[in-house]
């Protein structure tokens, strides 16, 4: 298993970064089409904080496998005045990233950078980006997003957050962490399971699934003040959470009237109205961004598949047929096509459809690969995968070229969800 | 400290990868001794105690049996466990003042939420039956575990059949 590695290199960086308190180890494996080549010099005063924040940009750049990192040596320009751009050119860098990095009053620091286009010899963007003392690693993710979105056109997402659930034997804890998976904050902890979270469209807010009470009930939970009410607790199991785009309900799964079937609810628990009549299993519903359509799994065929319905009700229609049964379905950001688990032989791969065309494409070799979902800016899909004997996150670019496996600190990964 | 970390982790890396290849396959692990099956007819007691014992405590009675098994993804109790679903039926209709709680399990092969479907399928089945035996519906609670309880971890069939179930707990 672990030398899958072996056979797939195409490049295989390991970053392994220490913090004070933490070990956390990102692997990568593959390389974009196109790998912009940048050199980030070391920024001034950069040196004196706990973590360099160039430590963290270079390790975010490179994750996303589109950039490819040019050695600085013997070479430390503060200001474009002090760039020569032949000698980067020589090196082979298309872009580079100069800056300071000084502290300021109130326990703050300021990070000010530049990019710079060593081909054209033209500055691409500046900026400052300031924060508290504790929060040197979200200034590192903000320049890389910049510099991302600069380079790629594409919206950066270094600065967006994941969720998901860590089992250790029977213990179950809910957490919320950046998405390079640091700064680890645990939302709940108990001895039941926790499953399906959700997030509200603003990053707000998470539903999720607890068993806390002896059967299935889905809570909401306010990550700032870490108050929760109960969204639904009947009979049977409540469950499989989905906020509307516009956060104004949520669609949910319970078995009140006998089998799952799909309700929509408000977030404050009122309007409860069911929108399948299958009596056979309905479940896992998720929004269309534009909020009209809902795309759920069912067995009303024989085996489980995706269909795809009026957020409102209505006439359900197939989007999946052949082999295998498929599973947790994930509209793009751009609506144009979805992702989803498919089993086949014994064997569960993240798999992307098309809806023009009803192409499937399998994005990863097939395992123990589930519950995908896409970062805020389609380009990457996140989802829970194994490896050592330990339930981990991965993620894979959406042209499937670009591999990445996360492991966390301790216990089983499971269920992420990319956040806002 | 870096260089030193990603050292140890290459090396690590390089060892799993040296260490895996002559293993030999895995070495068949022993067959288990098979289970005694509890379904001999039992010795009849020489003098049967006067006392009047509750069935639901006898070890040699059906209603020891308290789990149903299933196929993969399928929900109908099968038709070896249907004289224990029967007997369980037979005993709630004569203690009305008995309750219990069905506990449907899946294996993991499917999404935890289709699982936990699955599960209170698997649950609904066992309690029509139990209806239809002339149990009571308050004496009946339905949940569903889908497959966040596993009996057991593994990723086999071994494992897989243990955990598809619905266990009946009075």
Known sequence: MLCVIERLVVTLFLLHVATANAELSIEIIGAGENQTPIAIVPFEGDEKLSQTIREVVIGDLLRSGLFRMIDTEGRSPRSPSEVSYPDWQARGAEALAIGTVAAQPNRRIEARFRLLDVVKQTELAGQAVSASEGQIRAVGHRIADLIYEKLTGDKGVFSTRITYVNREGKHYRLVVADSDGYNEQTVLSQNQPIMSPAWSPDGSHLAYVSFETGHAVVYIQSLYTNQRKLLAGYSGTNSAPAWSPDGKQLAIVMTRDGSSQIYLIRPDGSDIRRITFSGVIDTEPNFSPDGQSLLFISDRGGSPQIYRMPAKGGAAERMTFGEGANFSPRYSPDSRSFVFTHRISGKFYIAMQDFQTGQMELLTEGGWEKKPSFAPNGKLIMFASEARERGILATVSSDGRVKQRMFTLSGDAREPVWGP | ?170
């Not at chain 2, 396959?25 to 014992?53: C, D, K, Q, R, S």
């Not at chain 2, 059906?62 to 224990?84: G, H, M, N, W």
């Open chain 2, 1 to 170: 400290m870096k260089k030193l970390l990603i050292s140890i982790l290459l090396a690590n890396l390089l060892a799993a990868c040296a260490s895996q290849k002559p293993v030999e396959p895995e070495a068949a692990a022993p067959e288990p001794a098979p289970a005694p099956v509890a379904e001999a007819p039992a010795p009849e007691p020489a003098l049967a105690p006067v006392v009047e014992v509750d069935p639901l405590n006898d070890p040699n009675s059906l209603l020891a049996k308290r789990s149903t098994y299933y196929p993969f993804d399928v929900s109908v109790v099968q038709e070896a466990d249907k004289p224990i679903v029967q007997a369980h039926a037979k005993y709630l209709s004569e203690h009305p003042n008995r309750k219990v709680r069905l506990e449907g399990n899946c294996d993991e092969r499917g999404s935890n939420e289709y699982n936990l479907g699955l599960g209170n399928r698997r649950a609904n089945g066992v309690k029509q039956m139990l209806l239809l035996g002339g149990a009571r519906e308050s004496q009946i609670e339905t949940v569903s575990y889908g497959e966040e309880k596993p009996r057991c971890t593994d990723h086999n069939e071994a494992c897989w059949k243990q955990n598809r179930r619905t266990d009946i707990r009075y």
